[in-house]
């Protein structure tokens, strides 16, 4: 029996889709808040936990290899990562926004949760 896959396209090849979750991880991490579309965030939060879980872990290794900037990169295991170290979970949040006008897109605000 064939199953589906889970995971959505976003409408990109598999390379896009993993270049731009890296891209939106990387500014997530380095602003602590990203407005995008409600698929893409809800894309993005698995992605960006399991980052910041590595880094609490200290596993430099697997960090690196998703996020390329250097300053991000220091912020995760300087800042982020001690901020939730107690923490079991759920490092981001996802707010929904009104419609984008251009194409009535459903926005949302995926922000860090302090």
Request: net charge positive; aromatic share 6%; glycine share 6%.
């Amino acid at each position: 029996m064939v199953k589906q896959m889970g995971g959505r396209k976003l409408g990109v090849t598999s390379s896009h889709r993993r270049a731009l979750l890296r891209n939106m991880a990387t500014s997530l991490f380095l602003h602590e808040k990203l407005e995008t579309t409600q698929a893409k965030a809800k894309e993005l939060r698995p992605f960006a936990e399991r980052i910041i879980t590595q880094a609490r872990q200290g596993k430099h290794y697997l960090v690196r290899r998703h996020i390329q900037d250097k300053v991000v990169y220091k912020k995760l295991f300087d800042v982020l990562a001690p901020r939730y170290a107690q923490r079991p979970g759920g490092y981001t949040r996802i707010l929904h926004l009104a419609p984008r006008s251009g194409d009535n897109a459903s926005r949302s605000l995926i922000t860090l949760v302090s």
